[in-house]
């Protein structure tokens, strides 16, 4: 009996694998890479630019996009309108969308995957910039804006993570944090099962509000259901926590204006731990709550976002020299 037992489970096995890879491909063709990797010391990542420089030369923005998601969800909600005036910059997170993770689990933490970053838009020629994050992006939108302090003219966070808070990991990100286990999960179980929980997850995170028409289709957010992405989500998430709390005493010394927006309905990042918090931290930010918005602004409170942008400085006065980094240790 116990041998039929395993055999039936190494074949249960085998079937969710074989599942998990077709399901990948077809993905992956379905959501093909909008921008250009970029190659550096330390990987390649996806670097979308939109919009082009003026004559004056106004500051370039950069987007971060959150947990389980990659660029193409800024894009789609604020990214072709700022570039109406000004470059933009969208990269996927290592790990995430058509980026690179060649740091494997090192890679999860945000002051690693800021100097990363910054290292890619040394690669194309940015020197100074206005910085904006979304949730878990605001965390390493941060770690930016305190590692490199002469490059980031302006900070934007929207609804991010900067504090410790209450609970721990959900099962599935435990398991798929694990040595051993989690890889297991992740190319055999894990995609099936998030293909049957997708609509539901992405339903809860935009409460009260709904999602755009097609959002999962036109944000390309099946991307994060390849096994590789799914394993740099969890480690993510997993190691978010310590990270934040341990940031979190030096968010005075951010001298740069910040805006940030959260709303008063988001039940996935606490706007009472977060972004009050770091508000009451920071010598100069504004905190602008938004009345009944759940964790997506960006895209239910777009003018709100578009506005704020507007109030951070839009011209570089001497941009600092390109290429050296002294917390990137590549």
């Not at 995430?96 to 740091?103: A, L, M, N, P, Q």
């Not at 800021?114 to 206005?130: C, K, P, Q």
């Not at 305190?146 to 504090?163: I, K, N, Q």
């Amino acid at each position: 009996m116990t041998f039929f037992l395993l055999l039936a489970s190494v074949v249960l096995l085998g079937v969710a694998r074989a599942i998990t890879l077709i399901a990948a491909k077809r993905i992956e063709v379905a959501h093909s890479p909008s921008g250009r990797l970029v190659e550096f010391a330390g990987g390649k990542l996806h670097v979308l630019e939109l919009g082009e420089a003026a004559s004056a030369d106004p500051l370039p923005i950069v987007l971060i996009h959150g947990a389980s998601g990659n660029l193409e969800d800024l894009r789609l909600a604020i990214g072709r309108r700022l570039a109406a005036s000004r470059r933009v910059i969208l990269l996927d997170r290592p790990g995430h969308g058509w980026s690179e993770r060649r740091g494997g689990v090192a890679d999860a933490s945000p002051a690693r995957q800021a100097a990363l970053i910054a290292a890619a838009l040394d690669r194309i020629g940015i020197a100074r910039f206005v910085l904006l994050g979304h949730s878990l992006g605001g965390a390493v939108a941060s770690a930016l804006a305190l590692a490199f302090p002469t490059r980031v003219a302006g900070l934007v966070l929207l609804a991010p993570v900067t504090h410790p808070w209450k609970g721990g990991l959900t099962w599935y990100n435990a398991v798929l944090s694990t040595p051993v286990l989690g890889p297991i999960f992740a190319h055999t179980i894990a995609v099936p099962l998030a293909l049957l929980l997708l609509k539901r997850g992405v339903a809860s995170v935009f409460a009260p509000q709904l999602p755009p028409v097609g959002y999962v289709r036109r944000a390309a957010i099946r991307l994060l259901l390849r096994p590789a992405q799914f394993l740099a989500n969890a480690q993510d998430i997993a190691v978010l926590k310590p990270f934040v709390a341990a940031l979190a005493p030096r968010y005075g010394e951010i001298g740069i204006p910040t805006v940030i927006l959260t709303g008063t309905a988001d039940t996935t990042v606490s706007p009472q731990i977060h972004a009050r918090t770091i508000a009451a931290a920071m010598p100069h930010a504004r905190l602008i709550m938004l009345a009944g918005i759940g964790h997506m602004p960006h895209h239910v409170a777009t003018d709100a976002v578009i506005a704020a942008v507007a109030q951070l400085p839009a011209f570089s006065v001497a941009p600092p020299p390109l290429g050296f980094h002294p917390c990137l240790n590549l």
